[in-house]
């Protein structure tokens, strides 16, 4: 491939941060991403939904920490030393979000993207933005604005406040 061809690709492929809840791996959008850190204990707020572990001060910004496994109606686990927090930047908001790991950053192209299926998931297909397909992996693309925005999170809002 020439430069000129493999620049045109460049220009029309989009990043995404790979992490894992389980044995599967999922990705957002690098650029909603501000940062990744150790998971570190939280403010429980009371009468906060489940999947919303809590709150944590980042340099002055309260951020409301939702665990993803909660989310997506996934087993428990206990949090270890590969429990990471992504922090992520959905519209006015901060958000952090709690995965098992990261552990990659891949480019797609539109050709690698597929449209998400309907099928009963543990992921509601509202929050899917499609399916990335790279060799033999298999990412699902979770469309983090759609999922931090929803009506359930509103509630984030409320409690950050």
């Keep these: 491939m ?3 061809n493999a620049a045109a690709v460049d220009a029309h492929s989009r990043e995404f941060l790979v992490f894992s809840l389980g044995d599967e791996e999922y990705a957002i959008d690098i650029l909603k991403v501000q940062e990744i850190r150790g998971y570190e204990n939280v403010t429980r707020i009371a ?6 572990k809590g709150v944590t001060n980042l ?6 920490i939702v665990d993803l496994r909660i989310k997506f109606h996934l087993d428990k686990v206990e949090y270890g030393g590969q429990t990471v927090v992504i922090v992520v930047n959905v519209g ?3 958000v952090g979000i709690v995965v ?4 990659d950053v891949m480019s797609l192209t539109p050709e690698q ?3 998400a299926p309907e099928f009963g998931v543990t992921l509601s297909s509202d929050y ?3 399916l990335g397909s790279l060799d033999d ?3 699902v693309l979770v469309d983090i604005d759609k999922l931090l925005t929803s009506h359930e999170m509103a509630l984030v809002d409320h409690l950050s406040v």
């Design 137 to 139: 992996r298999m990412l």
């Design 113 to 115: 993207i597929k449209p």
């Design 59 to 64: 340099r002055g910004v309260i951020v409301p």
């Design 128 to 130: 899917l933005s499609g």
């Design 100 to 103: 098992d790991g990261v552990s």
């Design 2 to 4: 020439s430069s000129a």
């Design 47 to 52: 009468n906060a939904p489940e999947f919303i």
């Design 92 to 94: 006015e908001r901060v």
